[in-house]
């Protein structure tokens, strides 16, 4: 657990060679968590839970809306809750008198209880039995409907749950016939990497793996231009890159991916590459160390706010060599007015774009930035994306890693996300937030 904590919080930031040849290797992370992968797109809305807020505009009132349907359709006591869990997992087990109907309601009822209730204590000692009972559901793909609802249920109980679901995850994204549940796959496969025990070396792997659909277009997996396949991949591609510390190696073959893919006719992969492509641009750079050489103050970049608040940033390499090129891409993407596209899609568009070329072209700045100076302070509003839960706290998400995350959680816990964010200590370490009236956040 502590490995874990110390990686989730350290890794939204990457260190030079430099930097990381002093340190040791680090112990690969293992989570003892309750996940299931919950695929909510953020680019559509799902029929289970009503989610429909959009994109990255992760505002109080969308969070709300969220929160509100988290004890929807419920028994109203723990012990009704807890009651029928026990039930059901009787009957998730219990396959042998179970038919396709049955086992569709069973899973369906466990996935709705496990998103919006922390259920640690219920699940000991059964996890790895039920994670046996849902690949027999996933192999079998006896309907749509059960397979998903399988996959959404896989938890991450153990360090042992990568190990056990990687190949059979894959052989669905490989060989299903449902686009869905190819979708759904890579959501739990990503999940399963970020909070089920993989090593670091696994979960590059797994990036690669993604990054295959990507640049095949979804050929690698037989989806061969499926948008909504193509989409998971660079979604999951991006939480687990949160991960990684030095990517400087596997950049430019991932930018050159993600560059291709803005030229998608579908806003959802657009979007979901341009955001990957902030993500590395921010990771280009690091906190500077003791013997690198800073500019001094005359020579800083009046636009840069990390030169003047914050520790000071160094550039250690340059993500694409074509920045030009880039920049036009991302500047229409950002005023596109394409008639083919809804209202809704333009307005996404222009807003996720604006962000991504403002963090490209100045990569110490984060999501929803505002160059609008405060008259009393003097300084830029800067990142401006909060979200507060209850009213307790606040999370500023003004960084890329923490927008993937963010994201990440909501496709995982839906309307559950602030029960297990409360409770669930994997789960808040992966993206803490303070106080409302600390001095400062993050």
Known sequence: MTDLRRRALESGKTVSRKAQSKQSSRASSRADSRVNSRNVSRHGSDEEDGNASDGTTWSINSVDEVLALEDADLPGTASDWQEELSDRIDQILDRKRSNIAGREESLSAYVRILTVKYAAE???????????????????????????????????????????????????????????????????????????G???????EVMDFLLEIVESDGNSVNSGDD???VTAALEEWGFLATLLEDMEDTTEAAMEAFVE??????????IASGENIALLYEKSYTEAEDDDEIESEDDEDPED???????????????????DKLRHTLSDLASISSRRLSKKDRKCLHTNFSDILNSVENPTRGPRYQNAVNQETGKRYG??????IHRT????IDKWWKLHRLQALRRILAGGFVTHYEKNEVIFDSL?????????VF
Request: aromatic share 6%.
């Open 305 to 323: 706010e990390s030169s003047r608040d914050g520790p000071k940033m160094i550039k250690r390499y340059e993500p694409y060599r074509r920045i």
């Open 261 to 270: 893919q803005l030229d998608s006719s579908e806003p959802s992969v657009q």
């Open 227 to 229: 948008s909504v396949v």
């Open 393 to 396: 706290g606040v999370m500023k």
């Open 383 to 388: 990142s401006r994306l909060t979200i507060r």
């Open 122 to 196: 219920e699940l000991h000692g059964k996890s790895e039995e039920l994670v046996g009972a849902f690949l027999k559901s996933i192999k079998a793909e006896s309907s749509e409907k059960e397979t998903v609802l399988a996959l959404k249920a896989i938890t991450a109980p153990s360090e042992t749950i990568y190990d056990l679901i990687d190949g059979p995850l894959k052989r669905t994204i490989n060989d299903s016939e449902s686009s869905v549940a190819k979708n759904t796959a890579i959501h739990a496969l990503g999940c399963a990497t970020f909070y089920g």
């Open 198 to 204: 993989a090593s670091l070396e696994e979960t590059q």
């Open 432 to 440: 803490p937030y303070v106080q409302a009236d600390a001095l400062s």
